[in-house]
C-alpha cells in the first residue's frame, strides 16, 4: 500500500500544507499566527506520513513538531511544485520560463531545461499589501481588503496619463503616471478606492521587475504563483493586463499557492 505524504510549506505568513494519498492531492492553509493551532491538526493529518518540509520555518517545524520530517530547499521545492501544476494544468510544455512567486515578498526564479535558479527578490508582495492596507483602510483580513478592492477606482487616487494630457495621450490613457498622486490634492477618494490603487501598484511593480529579468534571460513566458494571488482577482487581473501590455505570456496557476509544499512532497 503506498504511503501517505506530507508536504508543509511554512513561509512569513501562511502555513501552506499537501497531503498526497493514492495519487490525489488535499490542500490546507493556516496564518502563521495560528502556527500552534494548526500543529494539532496536522499532527493527526501526518500519522502514518512521510512528512517533508519547505519554506523559512521549516528547521523551527521539524524541531518542535515532526523531528523525522526530511526538509527540501525552498528553491527546489517551488519550481518542483510549479512545473507540476504546470503540467497538470494542460499548458503546452514550456522549455525556458521565469516563475514569479508573490508571498509575503517575491522571488523569481528561472526554469531551463530541468534546472532551476533564484534569479531575483523583492520585499514587494503580499506582506506589502497587507502593511499598506492596514494604514489605508483599518485592520481588516486579506480577503476583505480585496473585496473592498475590487469595488475600488484606483483612477481617484492615482495621477493617470489621461489626467496629464489635454489631447491625446501617446499611450494608453489608463495606464498610471504616478502612483497615489492625487492624494495629495484630493479627498475624493474612499478607502475602496485607495486599496484598488494599493493592488494596482503592486501588479505594475511585479510585471515591470519580470519583464527586465525576462528580457535578460531571454524568455517571454512568466508563471504567476503565490499566497498572494489567493482569491485576488484584481492583482490577477493587472498582472495578466500589465504582462500582455509587455510583450509577456502571464501563466496563472490553480493552486500555485501550494507549489512549495507540493514540490517539497514532489522533491522526497
Not at 501563466?251 to 522526497?268: C, D, F, P, Q, W
Amino acid at each position: 500500500m503506498t504511503r501517505k505524504k506530507l508536504g508543509i510549506d511554512a513561509g512569513g505568513s501562511l502555513i501552506k500544507i499537501v497531503i498526497e494519498e493514492g495519487g490525489r492531492f488535499h490542500y490546507k492553509w493556516y496564518p502563521i499566527g495560528q502556527l500552534k493551532q494548526s500543529a494539532a491538526w496536522m499532527a493527526i493529518a501526518a500519522q502514518g506520513a512521510k512528512v517533508s518540509l519547505t519554506g523559512g520555518k521549516a528547521l523551527f517545524i521539524r524541531q518542535h513538531y515532526f523531528p523525522e520530517a526530511e526538509i527540501v530547499p525552498e528553491f527546489t521545492a517551488v519550481c518542483s511544485g510549479a512545473a507540476f501544476l504546470l503540467k497538470q494544468s494542460g499548458e503546452t510544455a514550456l522549455e525556458k520560463y521565469l516563475i514569479a512567486n508573490i508571498g509575503t515578498g517575491t522571488s523569481w526564479y528561472l526554469v531551463d531545461a530541468q534546472q532551476h535558479q533564484r534569479v531575483l527578490g523583492s520585499g514587494l508582495g503580499g506582506g506589502t499589501f497587507m502593511g499598506l492596507a492596514n494604514l489605508l483602510a483599518g485592520q481588516k483580513e486579506f480577503s476583505e481588503y480585496v473585496t473592498l478592492a475590487s469595488s475600488g477606482n484606483k483612477g481617484k487616487v492615482d495621477l493617470l496619463v489621461q489626467d496629464i494630457y489635454e489631447e491625446a495621450p501617446p499611450i494608453d490613457g489608463s495606464l498610471t503616471a504616478s502612483n497615489f498622486a492625487k492624494a495629495a490634492y484630493s479627498n475624493g477618494h474612499s478607502y475602496r478606492d485607495r486599496l484598488a490603487a494599493a493592488i494596482n501598484m503592486l501588479a505594475e511593480n511585479l510585471v515591470l521587475l519580470s519583464k527586465q529579468t525576462a528580457a535578460i534571460h531571454q524568455t517571454d513566458d512568466i508563471v504567476y504563483i503565490g499566497s498572494t494571488l489567493t482569491g485576488n482577482q484584481p492583482l490577477q487581473a493587472g498582472l495578466e493586463l500589465y504582462s500582455s501590455m509587455l510583450g509577456l505570456h502571464p501563466h496563472t496557476l490553480r493552486n500555485g499557492e501550494y507549489s512549495g509544499a507540493l514540490g517539497a512532497i514532489l522533491s522526497t
